[in-house]
Every structure is written in C-alpha cells, then in structure tokens.
C-alpha cells in the first residue's frame, strides 16, 4: 500500500516523477548558476564599451556577439539576468512578505482593521497589475533603486487575499479553541495552525508571482521605465536591440530566449507543484 | 433584480473615487518629498495642500468639471489628448475582446469534449507556452515570422492590414486564459448528473454540449472576462510601444519620463471605471444566461460574476 | 415466449481505469426483460447493477471499457453501435430515470422548454407551440395540478417530489418501449415514494412498457416487479420471479438479503440482523465466488472457483456450489 510519511514527502514524490517539472527545475538552476556565478568568471563585464568591434558577430574571443556599443553579449546577457531575476525575486519576497503579513493581521483579528486592509486590497487588485506598478514606478521616480518596490506593491493583492483566506478558515476551527484553553497564545496558533494550512498555496503563488513579476519586469525594462542605462536587464536589451531587428535579430533573440526560457520552465513548475500539493489529504 | 443594478450602477463612481484615493495616497507616500504636488491646474489650484486637500480637489475638479490638469510643461489640459487616446485603446481592447472570444471559447469546449484525448493535451500544451511568454516576446515573434522571414506585412501601419500583428499579439497573449478557463468549466459541468439526464432523454449531443452545457459554463468565463480586460488593456498598452500606434501605451511613456502625476493617474481613473463598468456588463450578461438566478438577485446581493483568483 | 424478449444482456464485461487500479464493475452479467413485464435488479451498492444500466444507454463515462458481451435490444445489438443510432434510440425506444431528482434537470431552461426540446429533437416537424403543449399534457397526467405554471419554471422552484415526475413525465414523452429506472424513490420520502410508484405501474399499464428497476429495496421490488435478478460484486447471483425470490430463495446471500429486511412483526428487542463483513472490493476479487468472503456455507471450493449457473426450478436460476440442479441443497 502506498504508506508515506507525510503529505510532504508524497508532494516531493509526485513533482519529481513528472520529466517536464524535472527539466524545468533544471533549467531554472542552471539560469541562476549562469546568471549569479557565471558573471565571475567572465573575462568582459557589461560595461566594456569599444567602438571598434561593435556589432560583430559570433566569434572566439565574444561567442554570442557584440551590441551596437561592442560590448560582449555574453556578459550583458549574463549581468542582465543578474539584474531581471533578481529584482524579481527580491520583489517577490517583499510582497509575500507584507501581503502575508497584512492577510494574517487581517483574517485573524477581523473587525474594522480586516474591512479598511481589504478595501485596500481590493482596489489594488482593480487595477491590472501592469498598469499598477506603471503607477508605482512613475511616483517613485525614476531611481533604479525604487524599482523593486513598485514591482513588488502591484504583487502584494494576492498575497494578502490567499493568507487571509486560510487565517480565516482556521480562526473559525474548534481545535484553535481548543488550542488557547490548553494555553497557547495567539501568535503560537498563527504559526503553526495558519501556516500549515496556507503553505501549499503561498508557495504556488509565490512561483505564479515569480513569473508574473518577471514579465512586468521585462516589459517595464523594454518601456525604458526605472532603468537606467548601461545597466541590462533582459527587457531592456530587448529595447536596445528592437532598431536592429531585420538587420542583426541575434541582439532581440537572445534576450527573447532567455526570458521565455525563464517563464516557461517556471510555469512548468508552478504546474507541477499545483499537482503535487493538491489534495489535502492523500489520494482519497 | 432591478434595484440589484441600480445599487452596481450607483456603486460605480464610489468604488472609483477609492481606488483613486488609494492609488493618490500610495503615490504621494512614495514620492517622499514634502512639497510634492499631485496634479498640476490651469489655475494652479491645490498648491502646497496637505495630500488629503489635494486629493479632494482633485476629485472635485474631475467630477465637475471633468478637467485633470494641465501638463506641467506645456500648460495644456490633457483631458482631450487622454481621451482620445484612450479611446482609441480601448477600440483595439473590444476587438481584441471579441477575438478573443471567438478563439478561445470554441478552443476550450474542444478541449473539454475530448478530455484526455490527445487533441485535449495538445490544446493544453499550446495553451501553456503562449501565457508564458510575455506579449512583447510575442510580438517580437510575429514581427520576426511575418515581416522579416515572410516579407507578408509592414511594421509601418500604413492600412487596416497592418494591424494583424498588434491584434494578433495582443490576442495571443490572452486566448490561453479564456481557453483554459472554458475547458475546465465545461469539464465541470460535462460532468453532472443532468446532462447525463439530458442525454439520456435523447437530446442530441451536439445540443447538449453547446446549447445546454456552455450555457451553465458560462458563468466562470463571464467572471474572467472582467480581469481578462485588464489584461487587454496592458496589452494594448504594449504593443503600442511596440508597433508605435496612437493608444495610451505611448502617451503613457512620454508622460512615466516626463513624471507627470497628471496623466498616469487620470489614465488610473479611466481604466479602473472601465473595470467597473465591465464588471456590472459581466453581472447583465451573467443573469441574461442564467435565467433562474434572476429571482434571487435583490439590491442586497453582493457582486455575482466574481473573478477568480490567482490562475485559472 | 421467446418473442416477447425485449431486451437480452448476456455476458457483460465492464471495467472502469481508477488510480487505484481497474475496477471490475460488471463480470459478466447476463439477464432478459420481457415486454410488458417490470424486471427488478436488486443488490448492494457497488454490485454493478447501475453500470450495466447505462452501458445500455451508451451512457458509461469516458473512463470505462465495455471488455466483453452484448446487449440486444428487439433482437438489435447495441453494444459498438454509432452515437448517432444511439441519440435516436434514447428517449424515444428506451427511457430512463435517475436516482437524484435534485439534479436532473438542466438549471438554466424551463421545464417547459426542455420537455419541447425532448419532442423536437426528435420530430423535427412538430412546431413549438404544439411541442409544448403535449409537455404540459404530459405534466398533466402525471398528477402535476398547476401543470401550465410548472412548465414556464425553472427546476430550483420545485420540490423534490415534483421534480421526479417532471423526469418521468420527460422521459415517457416518447413513450419508449423500455424504462430503466435506477433508484427513482431512494432520494424520497416514503409518501412522495408510493405516489412515484404507482404512477409507474400506471403508465405501465396504459402503455404497455417494460421497466427494469433498479433497487435495493426489497418492499420495493415486491411492489411492483414481475420478475427480479440479484446481482453482487458485478456477478448474478440468483435470478427468478417475484415469488421465486421470496418465498424460495435459493442463494445465501439473497437469503441473507431477506433476512436483513426489517420486519413489522419482530420483536423490539431483536438487534436488526445484518450480513457480516465488507461489500467485495471491486479491484480485488476473490478468484472464486464472489460471495465467499462473506458467506456463511462457504466451502473450499467456493474460494477456489467460480461456480456455474444453475436452474433450481422453472425460469429461477442461482449461481451456487451448494446446490444441485432441481434445488436440492448440499450440505
């Protein structure tokens, strides 16, 4: 019979046993690894500007070419992942950050905190969340240091939502009764009641928002919004690359590729870890 | 169910006045200075107010006079530039709607009639790849096939034909939603007992998957169709950069450089009662299908067509 | 007698793919109804008894395999016929109603419009107004009194036991040779129930058709059924007319079935006498009868082999090691 230890090792089970969440796994690690580490070892940074080989093609000494200011596309590629995936993530971690933070105030005490943090809520999701750090980023000027918190205020909406949800579900459930009579506190039964409950979920919006943020991103980057050049970041490249595309279409792909590989292997995971985590409860 | 609709209508222009409250309080808490003013008027009025005071004259301007200040530099009002390139946004955004619709929906009840099979999978395969890929991904690629490689179309939007790549790009970039929405609400109600029973009265098949059983699965895609807009709009918005057409994506990135309060929030406005509205259509439509919620609806009821969250 | 066989089911293999392994719902299965007469299918649930009805239908979900047998209805195979044969035979030549009223009506038309749409589908000809009209007839005469204001409703404002007769009023439209009714009165109320069945025997009556009823219940069945067959664990276990089955069961658990019906008789104090042990688990049957995990006579070579049908009187069959052709009992 299928005895397992815990939903989690039956979630962990089941994502690895899908080839298409595996690879996508893969794939990601690797984009880290190229982007974070690699940078290290490159002999170019993306700042090496030299009018003499711009524009050239592939070759030994810059294997995937120069741009139009010849610096070496690897490194941009490469410092420009750095710069996209990791604003990203950051954004990403603030926003579950505070939305969960906010959901949990929210859905355990209710009353008049829970209906003001929910108006809030709300309208922020009214908005598409594009449009929203549109706003965000003009407000915060153009500092590319403000940057990660216009991305990551257009990301709290469903943070807040989903925690709150589940701190919801759970502060209506006897066994938290149960729990403060035998003496637990309030901040005791949030953490392990609400936590163990809203868990599957908060980590498949995470991955959602991942993939979400990335996209705003990029787009955010190519509109020429909160970066300032030379930094790269994959949007921007694209940007850069956009008067060339008949000409040279390897300054426009190469970045296009890296940003699709990204967001296709993390919705591949995001899809995996919604089979994996589904059921509550094992298979019946 | 009349006073139902009064009470969404008369909800509107509330439900817009917060979200743009707000929106005003979050953009003047970030931009940290002082003396920062929101909206800049003909009359210079609202000057070194508190965020609270500017915030209501601001709405006072807007409601009465319909005025959303002047752009700082060249002290034009930007009420008609908005308009009229908001309006010509939101004319791509309804065809794109309908397009949409008319890919997405019949994709989504093939996939649903034939779950498992191998047509289903490839649906749901094709489905994943386009909403990974962001839409100026997209309109890279269509620009690369259809005008590079194929030499078919201009990027130059010179007549009606040109504007198969930017519908085709904003199109893309939502059909897999409502696809994928379409097939698991058909999937859900394919599944209940009364169109077994239907069938079994000998009702045709073919009318009781598309009369009978979209009919209830309608209820969902009618839902998404509200954030489905949304995402249209920044679609649009893109693809305008992109293609360089006279929409809001391209007033909007002149006025992000110039940091021009102004217009992203009046362009704020717009878009969140266009939301609205869409939403209070979504809610008509969804009672026009589902004749028989229409006696339980009173003005009491909370918002019918709810979207859902996260992903579909 | 022969001729009058309306339907034939012999031999039917079902199987259903699950996560946890291919249930074996039917194994074959073999029984007639005659016409005119009511054939009662009694048995637990899970003993396949609905299964092996809407496989008659074409009605099995996408995850069952039929793997064997064959269906005739008046001497025509059903089984692999073309869905377009079948939608025309549905409704029309063979009917049936379900167990759950609450839900067998679509929720977003009238009940007036989809009985018109049941006539319509299949004689194109007929217009609407008259299409409704014979709906409303319909509702009429099955005891609905506000029968022009039921049709223009939607199925939420009627209760449960009027939506069971919107379902029979419906599916005898077209007046269908053939009823199968699976569990029509389980989901009522005992009143609601005896009106439900006398209708039944009503239209039978008037019209002549046959009824396969599908049950458990055993009052039921003494009701209203000419003849019954007893099915468990996807198997026949006895099959034979009413008074066949009551007075001289041949099969232990049919005996054992009989013996769990609480009586009015009987002692209060009596504890209610049940059949001991699990229903069989339909992924993993025993290689012999499928019975001898519970029965009470079982012998070795019960759990060994299945055993064979045997005819213990005239038309009453059972399928038992334990008896002898005639019916005499061993052991």
């Not at chain 1, 995936?85 to 505070?98: F, P, R, Y």
């Not at chain 2, 930007?78 to 309804?94: K, P, S």
């Not at chain 3, 063979?94 to 989809?114: C, E, N, T």
């Amino acid at each position: 019979m299928k005895n397992e230890k815990s939903p989690r090792s039956r979630a962990v089970r089941i994502f690895f046993s899908d080839p298409w969440s595996v690879a996508a796994t893969a794939v990601l690690l690797l984009l880290v690894l190229a982007c974070f580490v690699l940078p290290f070892f490159l002999k170019y940074s993306y700042l090496d500007t030299d009018f003499t080989i711009k524009l050239q093609g592939p070759s030994a000494e810059h294997p995937l070419g120069t741009d139009l200011l010849g610096r070496d596309m690897v490194a941009r590629l490469a410092y420009g992942g750095r710069f996209t995936l990791g604003i990203t993530a950051l954004a990403t971690v603030i926003a579950a950050v505070i939305g969960g933070v906010l959901g949990l105030l929210s859905g355990y005490w209710g009353g008049r905190l829970d209906f003001y943090v929910m108006r809030v809520v709300d309208a922020l999701s009214s908005i598409p969340s594009l449009f929203l750090a549109i706003v965000m980023e003009c407000a915060l000027g153009w500092g590319q240091g403000n940057f990660v918190y216009g991305l990551a205020i257009a990301a709290i909406a469903p943070f807040a939502k989903i925690v709150r949800a589940a701190a919801l579900d759970v502060a209506g459930n006897e066994y938290i009764e149960a729990s403060r009579a035998l003496g637990a506190s309030g901040l005791q039964v949030m953490r392990r009641h609400v936590l163990h409950n809203v868990l599957p979920v908060f980590i498949i919006q995470i991955v959602n928002c991942l993939a979400d943020t990335l996209i705003i991103c990029t787009i955010l980057g190519y509109m020429q919004v909160g970066i300032n050049p030379p930094t790269p970041e994959w949007g921007n490249l694209f940007h850069l690359g956009k008067d060339y595309i008949r000409s040279i279409p390897r300054l426009t792909f190469l970045p296009v590729a890296a940003i699709v590989l990204t967001t296709v292997s993390l919705n591949i995971v995001g899809n995996g870890l919604r089979d994996s985590l589904s059921t509550t409860g094992g298979d019946r | 169910m009349l006073g139902y609709f009064v009470k969404r209508v008369l909800l509107i222009i509330p439900t817009v006045i917060v979200v743009t409250l707000v929106i005003f309080l979050l953009m003047a808490s970030l931009t940290g200075t002082d003396t920062f003013r929101m909206v800049t008027y003909a009359d210079d009025a609202g000057t070194g107010n508190s965020v609270l005071s500017q915030f209501f004259v601001y709405i006072w301007h807007v409601l009465t006079k319909f005025d959303f200040g002047v752009d700082p530099s060249t002290r034009r009002p930007i009420t008609n530039e908005l308009l009229r390139h908001y309006g010509f946004t939101m004319r791509m955004t309804g065809a794109a709607l309908l397009l949409t619709l008319l890919i997405g929906v019949p994709a989504g009840i093939f996939a649903a009639v034939r779950r498992g099979s191998a047509g289903d999978r490839a649906v749901s395969a094709v489905t994943m790849v386009i909403s990974a890929v962001p839409s100026f991904c997209i309109a890279f690629g269509f620009v690369m096939f259809f005008a590079v490689k194929l030499r078919w179309l201009n990027v130059l939007m010179m007549d009606k034909t040109d504007y198969i790549m930017p519908m085709g790009t904003i199109v893309l970039s939502v059909v897999a939603s409502i696809t994928r929405i379409t097939r698991t609400a058909m999937c859900e109600v394919l599944d209940k007992q009364y169109v077994t029973a239907m069938r079994s009265l000998g009702l045709r098949n073919r009318s009781v998957v598309y009369r009978h059983a979209l009919k209830n699965a309608l209820v969902p895609i009618v839902s998404v169709i509200s954030s489905i807009v949304g995402y249209l709009i920044c679609g649009c918005i893109v693809v305008d950069r992109f293609f360089s057409l006279p929409g809001l994506g391209m007033y909007l990135a002149n006025a992000i450089r110039s940091r021009t309060t102004n217009t992203v929030l009046a362009a704020a406005i717009f878009i969140s009662f266009t939301m609205c509205c869409v939403g209070v259509l979504a809610d008509a439509v969804y009672l026009i299908v589902n004749p028989a919620m229409r006696e339980n609806v009173s003005w009491r009821s909370g918002r019918l067509a709810r979207g859902k969250e996260g992903r579909a | 007698m022969e001729n009058d066989v309306l339907l034939s089911v012999s031999g039917l293999r079902i199987s259903f793919r699950s996560p946890s392994g291919t249930v074996r719902a039917v194994n074959g299965v073999s029984y007639e109804v005659r016409r005119g007469e009511v054939m009662g299918i009694v048995g637990e649930s899970g003993s396949g008894k609905s299964v092996s009805a809407y496989a008659l239908m074409g009605l099995l979900p996408r995850t069952a395999r039929i793997e064997s047998g064959s269906v005739r209805f008046e001497g025509r195979e059903l089984l692999g016929l073309p869905e377009r044969e079948m939608e025309n035979l549905r409704g029309s030549e063979i009917g049936m109603i379900f167990q759950d009223p609450m839900s067998s009506l679509d929720p977003v038309f009238r009940i007036g419009d989809i009985l018109s749409e049941v006539i319509r589908s299949h004689e194109p000809r007929v217009k609407k107004k008259e299409a409704w009209a014979r709906g409303v007839e319909m509702l009429r005469s099955m005891g609905i009194r506000d029968a022009e204001n039921a049709a223009r409703s939607y199925q939420s404002s009627l209760s449960g036991g009027m939506r069971q007769r919107v379902m029979i009023a419906a599916s005898l439209l077209l007046r269908p040779k053939l009823l199968i009714a699976d569990e029509p009165t389980t989901a009522l109320d005992v009143t609601i129930q005896d009106q439900i069945i006398r209708l039944l025997r009503e239209e039978k009556e008037k019209s002549g058709m046959s009824i396969l009823f599908i049950t458990h219940n055993f009052g039921i069945v003494a009701d209203i059924c000419d003849r019954v067959t007893v099915m468990y664990g996807g198997h026949v276990m006895e099959s034979g007319t009413v008074n066949d089955i009551f007075y001289q069961p041949a099969h232990p658990y049919t005996r054992a079935l009989l013996r769990a019906v609480p009586r009015v008789d009987s002692s209060r104090r009596e504890p209610l006498k049940t059949i001991e042990g699990q229903p069989v688990d339909a992924t993993n049957l025993p290689a012999g009868c499928v019975f001898s995990t519970r029965c009470v006579h079982c012998g070795g070579l019960c759990r060994r082999e299945q055993p064979p049908v045997r005819t213990v009187g005239h038309e009453h069959t059972a399928s038992c090691w334990l008896l002898t052709e005639g019916g005499a009992e061993n052991g």
